[in-house]
């Protein structure tokens, strides 16, 4: 149940996703991360396919190399090749769900509360940057990347 009283209702809903990367469940985002009621499901399958482009558009080279190692699946890969395969698979769900829930928290922004009202939790806009930056951490583990970065000019 959300803040404002209406229960929460689980959308059993897949997104379909390339064949390569596996499809995501808008009922596993919504127990998973803890959705308010209040969006629509509509609302929380247009940002999960957003993010979801989003976040196979920077795992495009990765895709490449471990379809050029024989992977034509994540989920299904050969252990031997993929040796961590439920753990990318994770990782990926993780990279895309964090994404649409950044995006989703700032859709509490547009609504003008009195300041009795507010819900820090959901408003913060450190909240979203936050969650962003959980989807950047995944999808620098996909990439066989860490957490930053340097390089020598």
């Known amino acids: 149940m959300s803040f404002s ?3 929460t209702t689980f959308v059993e809903q897949a997104i379909e996703n390339d064949g390569f ?7 596993e985002f919504q127990k998973g991360y803890r959705l308010p ?3 629509l499901v509509e609302l929380l399958a247009a940002e999960l396919t957003t993010a979801m ?3 196979n558009l920077d795992l495009a ?6 379809q050029g190692a024989g992977v034509s699946s994540v989920e299904s890969a050969d252990t031997t090749v993929l040796p961590e395969r439920t753990f990318q698979v994770a990782q990926y769900k993780r990279a895309v769900y964090t994404r649409a829930k950044a995006t ?3 859709q509490f922004a547009t609504v003008q509360r009195r300041e009795v009202a507010e819900n820090v939790g959901k408003e913060l806009p450190e909240r979203s940057e936050t969650f962003l930056a959980f989807s950047q951490q995944a999808v620098r583990s996909l990439q ?3 957490r930053i ?5």
Do not use: D, F, I, M
């Not at 990367?21 to 009922?27: A, E, G, I, K, R």
């Open 149 to 153: 970065t340097a390089k020598l000019l």
């Open 21 to 27: 990367w596996p499809n995501l469940s808008v009922s």
């Open 61 to 66: 080279k990765c895709k490449a190399r471990w």
């Open 53 to 55: 482009h989003e976040v």
């Open 5 to 7: 009283g209406k229960p």
């Open 37 to 39: 009621a209040e969006y």
């Open 144 to 146: 066989g990347r860490g």
């Open 104 to 106: 989703l928290l700032t």
